[in-house]
Nanobody, 119 residues
Framework: QVQLVESGGGLVQAGGSLRLSCAVS????????MAWYRQAPGKQRDLVAL???????NYADSVKGRFTISRDNAKNTVYLQMNSLKPEDTAVYYC?????????????WGQGTQVTVSS
């Protein structure tokens, strides 16, 4: 079955950086769009960044210029480089594999990794 395992979360001061990784198994990774979502306490889960199988990217306005999504098809891994972190970036971050290019469908989810940004 498809499995997504996130890593790289933690506690960081405002202005700092973190890199999240998501290792995927059980699927043909290279043909699927991948995304990162986040969910803060009491809020809905929102899209942070998405990368298609061809490498096109899309970002939430709140993270544009600070976060970068990338993928390594040889390692079946997607990354989220987060720079200039703000306290409002605090959330559980979830990796998401879309079914092929169907980016508006749910697909598969990882278990989430906590990111906490202190002021």
């Amino acid at each position: 079955q498809v499995q997504l395992v996130e890593s790289g979360g933690g506690l960081v001061q405002a202005g700092g950086s973190l890199r999240l990784s998501c290792a995927v198994s059980g699927s043909i990774f290279r043909i699927n769009a991948m995304a990162w979502y986040r969910q803060a306490p009491g809020k809905q889960r929102d899209l942070v960044a998405l990368i298609t199988s061809m490498g096109s990217t899309n970002y939430a306005d709140s993270v544009k210029g600070r976060f970068t999504i990338s993928r390594d098809n040889a390692k079946n891994t997607v990354y989220l480089q987060m720079n200039s972190l703000k306290p409002e970036d605090t959330a559980v971050y979830y990796c998401n594999q879309k079914p092929g290019s169907r980016i508006y469908e749910n697909g598969y989810w990882g278990q989430g990794t906590q990111v906490t940004v202190s002021s």
